[in-house]
Each structure stands twice: as structure tokens, then as C-alpha cells.
């Protein structure tokens, strides 16, 4: 089965500070690839799919990129809101793993 | 308003059953293929089983094939998820949600229930 690693497993920045989380697939998965947002005792929210389109109602500092195996999500401009633990997810194929999360706190 | 709402969790012997249910409503369910997701506590996401939105076509993950079944009732707007020969690494929050055809990825959830296996 593919794996997905994610990193790092958690990071502290400023607010505004622009933050990055990479996503990293065993085997290439085209454009299968999706982030969700969970902010504690919350359900999981979904931030992007196909890798790159933002889900409507998702504010415009979030973005995804990559393709293959590399994937990317970027936070142009951290908020205090954006206090959550990332997932990715892949979804060519059965299983559909997460990724094991990236806890994004405010410095 | 689309609404998913778990049902079915508690606590269980090793060893024992539980069916969860997820009943459904604000959408047209028959057109949606649904999935179970589940979270251990304090620990990351899961995905746990998948099915088609005609219920014709299954998928599992390897930690629990052969022991958990994945169905639903079109005419009912429910998804069930039995669950056999429970484990204390199954206890989790078990949540169910509902892919588009747009995302193909889950963007409705339900808010979950608890399953606890545990003597």
C-alpha cells in the first residue's frame, strides 16, 4: 500500500508568518491528493482536493500544489485561527490514507 | 441543511460486536459514496472502510478486513459499519462522511461516536 509522510509532525509560527506543510507519497498518485484542517474537539474539515483546488468557503491564504509524489499545503499568512493539526489524504485508490498530521500552534 | 449523525457507540469486551449506524439527511444519499473514519484518542485520522454510493463496491483497510462490514439502506438513508472481534487497539471516535462527486473526497462529517473496547 502507498504511505503518506507528512512534515513536520509540528510546527510553532508568528502570526503572519507564512507556513508550509509537505506531504510525501510512497509511489506517485497523480493529483489525488487532499488536505483537511482539524481544530481541537472539532471534525475534520477539508481545505483542498485534487492537490491544488481550494474547497468553496475555504479563505484564500491556504493553497495546495504538487503532483506525483510531492505535495504541498501553504498557509500565505498565519491566523490565530488557523491553530489545527493537518492532514493529507490520498484518494486514487483504496486505502485512502491520511497522513499522520501536522500540528500547526502559534508562536 | 446536510446532517450525518452517528449512533451505536459504547463499550465493549474484547472480543464482542457493536454496529454503528449513521443516519443521514439534507442530501440526496443515494447519490453519495460514504466512508467511516476513526480516530484513537489523542491520535491522527483513519480511514477505516469506504463504499459506493449503490453499496456494490466495498474497501477496508488491512487493520480491520475480515472483521468489519461496511452497507447501507438507500431506501433508509443510513450507513452502517458492523464491527467483529473488537480489539482495544479499535477503540476510537468513529466518524462517518459523505464524498461528492465534485471533491471525491469526504466533505460532509457526522460528528461522531465513541467506541471504547475495554474488560
Not at chain 1, 499568512?77 to 489524504?89: G, H, I, K, M
Not at chain 2, 477503540?91 to 465534485?102: L, W
Request: proline share 4%; glycine share 10%.
Amino acid at each position: 500500500d502507498i504511505q503518506l509522510t507528512q512534515s513536520p509532525s509540528s510546527l510553532s509560527a508568528s502570526v503572519g508568518d507564512r507556513v508550509t506543510i509537505t506531504c510525501r507519497a510512497s509511489q506517485g498518485i497523480s493529483n489525488y491528493l487532499a488536505w483537511y484542517q482539524q481544530k481541537p474537539g472539532k471534525v475534520p474539515k477539508l481545505l483542498i482536493y485534487a492537490a491544488s483546488t481550494l474547497q468553496s468557503g475555504v479563505p484564500s491564504r491556504f493553497s495546495g500544489s504538487g503532483s506525483g509524489t510531492d505535495f504541498t499545503l501553504t498557509v500565505g499568512s498565519l491566523q490565530p485561527e488557523d491553530v489545527a493539526t493537518y492532514y493529507c489524504q490520498k484518494y486514487d485508490s483504496a486505502p485512502w490514507t491520511f497522513g499522520r498530521g501536522t500540528k500547526v500552534e502559534i508562536k | 441543511e446536510v446532517q450525518l449523525l452517528e449512533s451505536g457507540g459504547g463499550l465493549v469486551q474484547p472480543g464482542g460486536s457493536l454496529r454503528l449506524s449513521c443516519a443521514a439527511s439534507g442530501f440526496t444519499f443515494s447519490s453519495y459514496p460514504l466512508s467511516w473514519v476513526r480516530q484513537a484518542p489523542g491520535r491522527g485520522l483513519e480511514w477505516v472502510s469506504g463504499i459506493s454510493d449503490t453499496g456494490r463496491t466495498t474497501n477496508y483497510a488491512d487493520s480491520v478486513k475480515g472483521r468489519f462490514t461496511i452497507s447501507r439502506d438507500n431506501s433508509m438513508n443510513t450507513l452502517y459499519l458492523q464491527m467483529n472481534s473488537l480489539r482495544a487497539e479499535d477503540t476510537a471516535v468513529y466518524y462517518c462522511s459523505a464524498k461528492t462527486t465534485v471533491t471525491r473526497v469526504p466533505v460532509y462529517w457526522g460528528l461522531g461516536t465513541l467506541v471504547t473496547v475495554s474488560s
